[in-house]
């Protein structure tokens, strides 16, 4: 595996992710922004920031595998979500866990989460960037 992650002594410890990746492998790997589409396009759970979450992860997981990856080799991911405000965490968190869960992942590498104020098209929520590295 060409990722470690670690949480340092002296900064909090996040259950979601870890503070720090130690990225070793010979190859990077930047993926577009992930954003609720299915593989024809057509946008997953409209309106619904949970359901749109788990989809970003699924087609994270895709593209990963599309090139030998997998979770296990992203070291960073930034999530854009609109109109963000904390009491949204919570469907943010659960979508982590249903992809987490239907993928057979522990998705915790180092995250940034960023509000904005919109994407590409209204109907989206969040869009999720990963960077991986593979041996």
Not at 100 to 125: F, M, R, S
């Amino acid at each position: 595996m060409a990722i470690t992650l670690v949480n340092p002594n002296g900064l909090p410890e996040i259950d979601v992710y870890r503070q720090v990746s130690i990225a070793s492998g010979t190859k990077l790997v930047f993926l577009a922004g992930q954003v609720a589409w299915d593989a024809d396009g057509v946008t997953v759970g409209e309106g619904d920031l949970t359901a749109q979450v788990e989809q970003c992860y699924r087609n994270i997981a895709t593209a990963l595998a599309g090139v030998g990856g997998s979770f296990d080799d992203v070291a960073k991911l930034t999530f854009y979500v609109v109109d963000w405000t904390p009491d949204k965490m919570p469907a943010l968190l659960e979508g982590i866990s249903r992809a987490a869960a239907k993928l057979g992942i522990t998705p915790t590498p180092p995250a940034t989460l960023l509000g904005v104020a919109a994407l590409d098209v209204p109907e989206h929520l969040v869009e999720i960037e990963a960077i991986a590295t593979l041996d």
